[in-house]
């Protein structure tokens, strides 16, 4: 993935981006994460790694890109791994409090060997969340070919909700939350002609329909098997 993959605005600090920042720590938060080492995989330049730290998290990234990984460890003060996470993760076993997968699982081919070894770096208890492209989207028939997923390259899973919850569940994980979420601080990232819907200034969460789907799932501590 070349340099110039990580020139686009959805890797520039704009003003929506720091508050949707925001709303992912209070996520975490809200979801029962108050603190401990947080993994962040395909952490790109490492906005969230920062803004994880200046919540009083410990942060980790892991990021395929060793240009976008360097600069993410100048950032802030967060530990950066390089490497493919379809591989097994640099990580030992129940490191970690929590694990991210923000807009990365789509990029996967391997899905269920990324969840296995999301899960086996989650310590008991430990929380996943995952916010990908919604294959529901009411925006996909209306904005056809011009819809994110199809304007990406790199896109090579389209998840529905269904599908995301089945997956999350043959990995080991218990489901806690999973809907659909609509991101007006971003917006227009991907297709510009969208960017005016930006002055709406949240995120807004629905059963069904939203742009993309936000799962919440805590690692269960055993599973047939293991």
């Known amino acids: 993935m070349g340099q110039s993959y990580f020139d686009r605005e959805y890797f520039t600090l704009h003003d929506g981006k720091r508050r949707y920042l925001s709303f992912l720590v209070d996520l975490l938060r809200r979801s029962g994460v108050t603190g401990g080492r947080v993994l962040d995989v395909g952490c790109g330049l490492g906005f969230f790694l920062c803004a994880l730290s200046r919540s009083g998290f410990e942060p980790f990234g892991l990021e395929k890109n060793a240009g976008a990984a360097e600069r993410a460890r100048a950032a802030c003060d967060a530990s950066v791994s390089v490497g493919d996470a379809e591989a097994p993760f640099p990580f030992p076993d129940a490191y970690f409090s929590a694990v991210t997968l923000f807009d ?11 969840l296995a070894e999301c899960r086996r770096v989650l310590e008991p208890g430990g929380k996943l969340f995952a916010i990908t492209l919604n294959a529901g989207s009411l925006a996909r028939p209306l904005l056809g070919k011009s819809w994110s997923f199809f304007l990406d ?46 002055r709406i200034g949240r995120v807004i969460t629905t059963p069904w329909l939203g742009d993309s789907l936000l799962a919440v799932a805590e690692r269960r501590a055993t599973t047939v098997g293991q």
Do not use: C, D
């Open 104 to 114: 990365v699982i789509e990029h996967f081919r391997r899905v269920p060997g990324v």
């Open 153 to 198: 390259p790199t896109h090579v899973t389209l998840f529905s909700k269904s599908s995301l919850r089945r997956a999350i569940a043959e990995a080991g994980f218990q489901p806690r939350r999973l809907t659909t979420m609509s991101n007006f601080y971003l917006i227009g990232e991907g297709n510009p002609r969208l960017k005016p819907l930006r």
